[in-house]
C-alpha cells in the first residue's frame, strides 16, 4: 500500500507563494500518473494539475500561469503555487495511479492552504 504525505501548506497573504510537496512510501512517480487537487469549503473537489506518464503537465484554468506542478520522477510531487488569491484557500491533495492503471488510487491526507491579508 503505497502512501502519499503532503506538506509546505499554510496562511500566506494575496500575491505571496507557496511550495506544496508531496512523498511517496515508495519510489514510484517515474511509472504513475500523478495530480494535485483541491476542496474548498462548501465546494466540490478540483482537479489543479496533473502530470501523467510520458506526458506534459496541464492545468485548471483558474491556476495555469501561477502553478507549477513537477515531480523528480521518483518518490516527490511539487505544486509551486505563485501569486497565490483568495480563491485558492482549499485542503490541497496529491493523488497518484499507476499508468497503466493496475493499482488503486492513492490519496494523500492534504494540506490547508489558506490566502488571506
Known amino acids: 500500500q503505497v502512501r502519499l504525505e503532503e506538506s509546505g501548506g499554510g496562511l500566506v497573504q494575496p500575491g505571496e507563494s507557496l511550495r506544496l510537496s508531496c512523498v511517496a512510501s515508495?519510489?514510484?512517480?517515474?511509472?504513475?500518473?500523478v495530480a494535485w487537487y483541491r476542496r474548498a469549503p462548501g465546494q466540490r473537489r478540483e482537479l489543479v494539475a496533473t502530470?501523467?506518464?510520458?506526458?506534459?503537465p496541464t492545468y485548471a484554468d483558474s491556476v495555469r500561469g501561477r502553478f507549477t506542478i513537477s515531480s523528480d520522477r521518483m518518490q516527490e510531487l511539487f505544486l509551486q503555487m505563485d501569486d497565490l488569491k483568495p480563491d485558492d484557500t482549499a485542503v490541497y491533495y496529491c493523488?497518484?495511479?499507476?499508468?497503466?492503471?493496475?493499482?488503486?488510487?492513492?490519496w494523500g491526507q492534504g494540506t490547508q492552504v489558506t490566502v488571506a491579508p
Open positions: 493523488w497518484a495511479q499507476r499508468f497503466d492503471l493496475e493499482t488503486p488510487e492513492y
Open positions: 515508495e519510489k514510484i512517480f517515474d511509472f504513475y500518473n
Open positions: 502530470l501523467s506518464f510520458g506526458g506534459q
